[in-house]
Protein backbone atom coordinates (compact mmCIF):
# COMPACT_ATOMS: atom_id res chain seq x y z
CA UNK A 1 0.00 0.00 0.00
CA UNK A 2 1.26 3.70 -0.54
CA UNK A 3 0.90 5.99 2.34
CA UNK A 4 -2.25 6.72 2.18
CA UNK A 5 -3.86 8.91 5.08
CA UNK A 6 -5.83 7.41 7.13
CA UNK A 7 -7.58 9.48 9.90
CA UNK A 8 -7.30 8.43 13.35
CA UNK A 9 -10.11 10.31 16.01
CA UNK A 10 -9.56 8.61 19.01
CA UNK A 11 -8.53 10.21 22.09
CA UNK A 12 -4.64 9.46 23.54
CA UNK A 13 -2.99 7.82 24.44
CA UNK A 14 -4.85 5.29 22.44
CA UNK A 15 -4.75 7.20 18.92
CA UNK A 16 -0.48 7.23 19.05
CA UNK A 17 -1.21 3.22 19.65
CA UNK A 18 -3.37 3.20 16.90
CA UNK A 19 -1.40 5.44 14.71
CA UNK A 20 2.50 3.15 15.71
CA UNK A 21 0.57 -0.02 13.79
CA UNK A 22 -0.92 1.69 10.98
CA UNK A 23 2.25 3.41 9.96
CA UNK A 24 4.04 0.36 10.22
CA UNK A 25 1.04 -1.67 8.08
CA UNK A 26 1.53 1.06 5.69
CA UNK A 27 -0.39 3.78 6.28
CA UNK A 28 0.20 7.83 6.57
CA UNK A 29 -1.56 7.99 9.87
CA UNK A 30 -3.40 11.36 10.50
CA UNK A 31 -4.10 11.77 14.20
CA UNK A 32 -6.96 14.13 15.16
CA UNK A 33 -8.98 13.42 18.45
CA UNK A 34 -12.42 14.95 18.07
CA UNK A 35 -12.64 13.71 22.06
CA UNK A 36 -10.58 14.97 25.19
CA UNK A 37 -10.62 12.83 28.29
CA UNK A 38 -10.60 14.18 31.40
CA UNK A 39 -11.11 12.63 34.91
CA UNK A 40 -13.94 12.46 37.25
CA UNK A 41 -13.72 13.47 41.31
CA UNK A 42 -15.11 9.66 42.31
CA UNK A 43 -14.90 7.75 45.83
CA UNK A 44 -13.45 5.02 46.40
CA UNK A 45 -15.59 2.41 48.30
CA UNK A 46 -13.57 -0.43 50.52
CA UNK A 47 -12.22 -3.55 48.33
CA UNK A 48 -13.23 -5.61 50.70
CA UNK A 49 -17.08 -5.04 49.95
CA UNK A 50 -16.48 -6.55 46.79
CA UNK A 51 -15.73 -10.24 44.93
CA UNK A 52 -14.44 -8.62 41.76
CA UNK A 53 -13.27 -5.20 39.55
CA UNK A 54 -15.02 -4.65 35.94
CA UNK A 55 -13.27 -2.42 33.78
CA UNK A 56 -14.58 -2.01 30.23
CA UNK A 57 -12.56 0.68 28.84
CA UNK A 58 -8.58 0.97 29.85
CA UNK A 59 -9.43 5.22 30.48
CA UNK A 60 -11.24 3.72 33.09
CA UNK A 61 -7.89 2.26 34.49
CA UNK A 62 -5.49 5.27 33.62
CA UNK A 63 -7.84 8.21 35.00
CA UNK A 64 -9.63 6.73 37.61
CA UNK A 65 -5.74 7.72 40.04
CA UNK A 66 -4.16 6.26 42.65
CA UNK A 67 -7.28 5.18 44.09
CA UNK A 68 -7.39 2.31 41.82
CA UNK A 69 -4.27 0.46 43.21
CA UNK A 70 -6.68 -0.64 46.33
CA UNK A 71 -8.52 -3.36 44.10
CA UNK A 72 -5.44 -4.73 42.71
CA UNK A 73 -5.89 -7.64 45.28
CA UNK A 74 -9.71 -8.36 43.35
CA UNK A 75 -9.92 -10.52 40.12
CA UNK A 76 -10.23 -7.52 37.53
CA UNK A 77 -12.30 -8.29 34.35
CA UNK A 78 -11.02 -6.38 31.19
CA UNK A 79 -13.68 -6.18 28.24
CA UNK A 80 -10.62 -6.34 26.07
CA UNK A 81 -7.05 -6.79 25.51
CA UNK A 82 -6.17 -3.00 25.44
CA UNK A 83 -8.06 -2.74 29.07
CA UNK A 84 -6.58 -5.76 30.34
CA UNK A 85 -2.95 -4.35 29.32
CA UNK A 86 -3.77 -0.82 31.45
CA UNK A 87 -4.57 -3.03 34.11
CA UNK A 88 -1.43 -5.02 34.09
CA UNK A 89 0.55 -1.61 33.88
CA UNK A 90 -1.38 -0.63 36.89
CA UNK A 91 0.37 -3.20 39.06
CA UNK A 92 -2.90 -6.36 38.57
CA UNK A 93 -1.88 -9.51 38.14
CA UNK A 94 -5.39 -11.58 38.67
CA UNK A 95 -7.23 -10.24 35.11
CA UNK A 96 -9.47 -12.34 32.97
CA UNK A 97 -9.44 -10.90 29.50
CA UNK A 98 -12.89 -10.77 27.70
CA UNK A 99 -13.47 -10.45 23.88
CA UNK A 100 -14.55 -6.64 23.74
CA UNK A 101 -18.25 -7.43 24.86
CA UNK A 102 -19.18 -6.33 28.10
CA UNK A 103 -22.03 -8.84 28.02
CA UNK A 104 -19.85 -11.66 27.88
CA UNK A 105 -17.74 -10.44 30.38
CA UNK A 106 -20.38 -10.48 32.82
CA UNK A 107 -21.39 -13.77 31.85
CA UNK A 108 -18.04 -14.94 32.61
CA UNK A 109 -17.91 -13.33 35.93
CA UNK A 110 -21.54 -14.83 36.64
CA UNK A 111 -19.82 -18.29 35.77
CA UNK A 112 -17.26 -17.92 38.21
CA UNK A 113 -19.08 -16.99 41.08
CA UNK A 114 -19.25 -13.31 41.09
CA UNK A 115 -21.48 -11.99 43.40
CA UNK A 116 -21.20 -8.55 43.86
CA UNK A 117 -18.17 -6.02 41.59
CA UNK A 118 -17.00 -2.83 41.18
CA UNK A 119 -17.39 -1.21 38.05
CA UNK A 120 -15.45 1.78 37.22
CA UNK A 121 -16.63 2.93 34.24
CA UNK A 122 -16.67 6.63 31.92
CA UNK A 123 -19.44 9.06 31.64
CA UNK A 124 -20.76 7.37 28.24
CA UNK A 125 -20.87 3.97 29.26
CA UNK A 126 -23.34 1.10 27.92
CA UNK A 127 -25.38 0.53 30.63
CA UNK A 128 -25.46 -3.75 30.95
CA UNK A 129 -25.28 -5.57 33.84
CA UNK A 130 -26.35 -9.14 34.70
CA UNK A 131 -29.40 -10.75 37.10
CA UNK A 132 -26.68 -12.89 39.45
CA UNK A 133 -24.51 -9.67 40.08
CA UNK A 134 -24.83 -6.85 42.30
CA UNK A 135 -22.72 -4.01 40.45
CA UNK A 136 -21.30 -0.45 41.81
CA UNK A 137 -20.84 1.53 39.34
CA UNK A 138 -18.26 4.31 39.79
CA UNK A 139 -17.70 6.97 37.39
CA UNK A 140 -14.37 8.00 36.99
CA UNK A 141 -13.76 9.97 33.81
CA UNK A 142 -15.11 11.77 30.72
CA UNK A 143 -14.92 11.97 27.44
CA UNK A 144 -15.37 15.91 26.06
CA UNK A 145 -16.34 16.44 22.18
CA UNK A 146 -13.80 18.48 20.38
CA UNK A 147 -16.20 20.95 18.51
CA UNK A 148 -14.31 21.16 15.63
CA UNK A 149 -11.71 19.16 13.44
CA UNK A 150 -8.09 19.80 14.16
CA UNK A 151 -6.31 21.41 11.34
CA UNK A 152 -4.42 18.08 10.33
CA UNK A 153 -7.95 16.18 10.49
CA UNK A 154 -9.81 19.07 8.20
CA UNK A 155 -6.89 18.62 5.63
CA UNK A 156 -6.70 15.33 5.30
CA UNK A 157 -11.08 14.54 4.79
CA UNK A 158 -10.40 17.25 2.06
CA UNK A 159 -7.57 15.63 0.55
CA UNK A 160 -9.60 12.28 0.27
CA UNK A 161 -8.69 8.83 -0.45
CA UNK A 162 -7.37 6.67 2.31
CA UNK A 163 -10.03 6.48 5.50
CA UNK A 164 -11.41 7.19 8.42
CA UNK A 165 -11.36 4.79 11.78
CA UNK A 166 -14.53 5.28 14.11
CA UNK A 167 -13.68 3.59 17.38
CA UNK A 168 -17.25 4.03 18.95
CA UNK A 169 -20.83 5.28 18.71
CA UNK A 170 -20.68 8.29 20.18
CA UNK A 171 -17.07 9.07 18.02
CA UNK A 172 -19.42 7.83 14.76
CA UNK A 173 -22.34 10.24 15.53
CA UNK A 174 -19.89 13.37 16.56
CA UNK A 175 -17.65 13.00 13.30
CA UNK A 176 -20.28 12.88 11.03
CA UNK A 177 -22.08 16.28 12.78
CA UNK A 178 -18.37 17.35 12.20
CA UNK A 179 -18.15 16.84 8.51
CA UNK A 180 -21.92 18.37 8.31
CA UNK A 181 -20.67 21.85 9.78
CA UNK A 182 -17.23 21.51 8.27
CA UNK A 183 -19.40 21.18 4.32
CA UNK A 184 -17.51 17.94 4.05
CA UNK A 185 -19.46 15.64 1.91
CA UNK A 186 -20.30 12.15 3.30
CA UNK A 187 -20.32 10.65 -0.48
CA UNK A 188 -16.33 11.66 -0.26
CA UNK A 189 -15.20 9.80 2.62
CA UNK A 190 -14.58 5.70 3.49
CA UNK A 191 -15.12 4.78 7.28
CA UNK A 192 -13.93 1.57 8.73
CA UNK A 193 -15.94 1.21 11.94
CA UNK A 194 -15.01 -1.12 15.17
CA UNK A 195 -18.20 -2.73 15.34
CA UNK A 196 -21.14 -3.11 13.20
CA UNK A 197 -23.50 -0.90 15.98
CA UNK A 198 -20.43 1.80 15.20
CA UNK A 199 -21.19 1.39 11.84
CA UNK A 200 -24.97 1.87 12.39
CA UNK A 201 -24.17 4.96 14.22
CA UNK A 202 -22.56 7.17 11.96
CA UNK A 203 -25.32 6.81 9.10
CA UNK A 204 -25.74 6.48 5.76
CA UNK A 205 -24.34 8.07 3.18
CA UNK A 206 -20.60 7.28 3.13
CA UNK A 207 -18.63 6.59 0.03
CA UNK A 208 -17.83 3.34 1.45
CA UNK A 209 -17.89 1.78 4.84
CA UNK A 210 -17.30 -1.30 6.79
CA UNK A 211 -17.01 -2.46 10.19
CA UNK A 212 -14.42 -5.02 11.52
CA UNK A 213 -14.48 -8.84 11.81
CA UNK A 214 -13.47 -8.15 15.71
CA UNK A 215 -13.22 -5.00 18.20
CA UNK A 216 -9.95 -4.69 18.01
CA UNK A 217 -7.32 -2.25 16.24
CA UNK A 218 -5.87 -4.90 14.14
CA UNK A 219 -8.97 -6.36 12.77
CA UNK A 220 -10.36 -2.41 12.21
CA UNK A 221 -6.85 -1.91 10.45
CA UNK A 222 -7.77 -4.67 7.97
CA UNK A 223 -11.14 -3.82 7.45
CA UNK A 224 -9.45 -0.38 6.60
CA UNK A 225 -7.38 -2.07 4.41
CA UNK A 226 -10.45 -3.82 2.07
CA UNK A 227 -11.88 -0.94 2.14
CA UNK A 228 -9.56 1.13 0.10
CA UNK A 229 -8.39 -1.92 -2.01
Not at 151 to 165: C, D, I, N
Not at 217 to 226: P, S
Amino acid sequence: MSRAPLLILRPEPGASMTAKRAFDEGWRPVVSPIFRIEPIAWGAPAADGYDALFVTSANAVRQAGKAVNAYAGLPAYAVGDATARALKAAGFSDIRTGRGDAAMMLEAAAENGVGTALHLAGEDYRDVGHDAISIDRRIVYRSAAIDRFGAKALAALREGGGAVLLHSGRAAEHFGRLCEAEKIPRGRVRIAALAPAVLDAAGPGWRASIAAAKPDDAALLAAAARLCQ
